[in-house]
C-alpha cells in the first residue's frame, strides 16, 4: 500500500494557475502509475491525469488537455499537477491516486491507494 498526501490547493481566479503536489510513502511508489482524480459537487469523481512509473509517457483527459501537466519525482516521491489557464469548471476536490495498472488503465478503471483530497476553487 501507499500512503499519499495532497497539498497545493487554493482559491484562484480564472486563468490563473495552481501547482498541486502529492507525496507518498511506501516502497512501491516509483513503480506505481499515478494520477489525478476531481470530484466536483453534486458530481462523480473523475479522472484527469496520469503519468507512468518513469514519468516518460503521461495521459490527460479532453478537458484539460493543454492546460494541465503532470509529472513525477521519483527521489522525492512526489508527483506534481501543474494547473494552468484555469476555468470555473475545474473547481472540485482534487485526489492523487497510486496503482498498478497502465494510463488508460487509470483513466478507465477507479482503483489502487487514494489520497484524502484537496479543494481547487476557481472564480469566475
Known amino acids: 500500500q501507499v500512503q499519499l498526501v495532497e497539498g497545493g490547493g487554493g482559491l484562484v481566479q480564472a486563468g490563473g494557475s495552481l501547482r498541486l503536489s502529492c507525496t507518498a510513502s511506501g516502497r512501491t511508489f516509483s513503480s506505481s502509475t499515478m494520477g489525478w482524480f476531481r470530484q466536483a459537487p453534486g458530481k462523480e469523481r473523475e479522472f484527469v491525469a496520469a503519468v507512468s512509473w518513469s514519468g516518460n509517457s503521461a495521459y490527460y483527459a479532453d478537458s484539460v488537455k493543454g492546460r494541465f501537466t503532470i509529472s513525477r519525482d521519483n527521489v522525492k516521491n512526489t508527483v506534481y499537477l501543474q494547473m494552468n489557464s484555469l476555468k470555473p469548471e475545474d473547481t472540485a476536490v482534487y485526489y492523487c491516486?497510486?496503482?498498478?495498472?497502465?494510463?488508460?488503465?487509470?483513466?478507465?478503471?477507479?482503483?489502487?491507494?487514494w489520497g484524502q483530497g484537496t479543494q481547487v476553487t476557481v472564480s469566475s
Open positions: 491516486n497510486a496503482a498498478d495498472t497502465s494510463l488508460i488503465g487509470m483513466a478507465t478503471k477507479q482503483s489502487g491507494s
